[in-house]
């Protein structure tokens, strides 16, 4: 339960490229390894999202047993574990504990030796502390300090927990989820650990902003659709309505019905109706064209929102 766990185990030598893979006895944090300064246990990868992609959401699914670690500072990450299942874990001297069901918080700002009894599952996500910062500037209108994030271990606050286990059901059931699906969910996840696991839980919240104005929302449509053929980001659509990535978040779902990401997945779905319907190119041509990650990824969403599969549509089409 570190966040030194993230790119090591079974599945390690599947480094995507240009991220080095983990040699044995080796740990990592999402973008650099670090040497495992005690005893060797065993470990294993069971899943992974965006490991490899810079100032993202990251997360792992780990089954591990290593007991007595350092996990050293991280300036651009803060962790939260979601103890899934196995034995107890603690940190330090701490008398908090951590077991199956509970959630922990680290900020990642002091070097930590952690322990567990036996063997343990458990899915650690990543949200980079540049989306904390954004989200205490524009509810708080205050700058982020490296003591905001308290360490947290073993929490059963409903909000938390729930919240994070369903995140990570998200998270894991994309093959390659968008930049839009991670910078969402790095927003939400960051807004609720200010609220339960900040030092700015008891204060007041400025008034949510409300809808966008329409001008700005055809000119982040116009950005959408010119730009389905590449990953959008929030930041980039943000841009274009000239606000901070957490108050479009929040005030394009007032304003449109939807979030940004169901909006961006919309718009892909119908773009692909209509290359199936008036144009011959192939299904892998056309999931390329609307911004999918693969053909399997089109079909699977192309289903699910219509019913049908892409090669069924374009032969009812004909």
């Known amino acids: 339960m570190s966040g030194a766990w993230v790119g090591v185990g079974k599945r390690a030598n599947a480094a995507a490229p240009g991220v080095r893979a983990a040699r044995p006895g080796m740990l990592s944090r999402p973008h650099q390894y670090t040497e495992l300064q005690r005893k060797l246990g065993s470990e294993v990868l069971l899943n992974d999202c965006a490991i490899d992609r810079p100032n993202t959401l990251k997360a792992a699914h780990f089954k591990a047993d290593i ?6 500072p991280d300036g651009n990450y803060i962790s939260i574990v979601s103890h899934v299942d ?7 001297d701490d008398r908090n504990i951590g077991v199956a069901g509970s959630v922990t918080v680290q900020p990642l700002r002091e070097h930590t030796l952690w322990h567990c009894d036996r063997t343990v599952e458990f899915v650690q996500i990543y949200v980079p502390k540049a989306h904390i910062s954004d989200v205490l500037q524009h509810k708080l209108e205050k700058e982020y300090d490296e003591d905001d994030i308290v360490n947290l271990i073993g929490t059963h606050d409903p909000e938390l927990t729930g919240l994070v286990r369903y995140a990570q059901e998200r998270l894991f059931e994309e093959d390659e989820p968008s930049d839009t699906l991670l910078d969402s969910w790095s927003m939400v996840l960051a807004d609720a650990v200010i609220r339960r696991a900040s030092v700015h839980t008891e204060c ?3 008034t949510p902003q409300g809808e966008i104005a329409l001008s700005r929302i055809r000119r982040v449509i116009d950005y959408i659709d010119s ?4 990953d959008l980001s929030l930041a980039a659509m943000s841009r274009e309505a000239a606000l901070s990535s957490y108050h479009f978040c929040r005030s394009f779902k007032a304003s449109v019905g939807c979030s940004p990401h169901s909006f961006v997945m919309q718009r892909r779905i119908d773009r692909a109706k209509q290359l199936l319907a008036y144009n011959r190119l192939t299904l892998a041509q056309i999931a390329y064209d609307c911004g999918f990650s693969s053909q399997s990824h089109m079909t699977t969403k192309f289903k699910k929102h219509v019913g049908v599969t892409p090669g069924q549509y374009r032969a009812d089409s004909l």
């Not at 196995?86 to 330090?92: E, K, L, M, P």
């Not at 730009?227 to 590449?230: A, E, K, V």
């Open 204 to 206: 007041r919240t400025r």
């Open 227 to 230: 730009n389905l053929d590449g």
């Open 86 to 92: 196995g034995g107890r874990v603690w940190s330090n």
């Open 67 to 72: 007991d007595g670690r350092v996990v050293r």
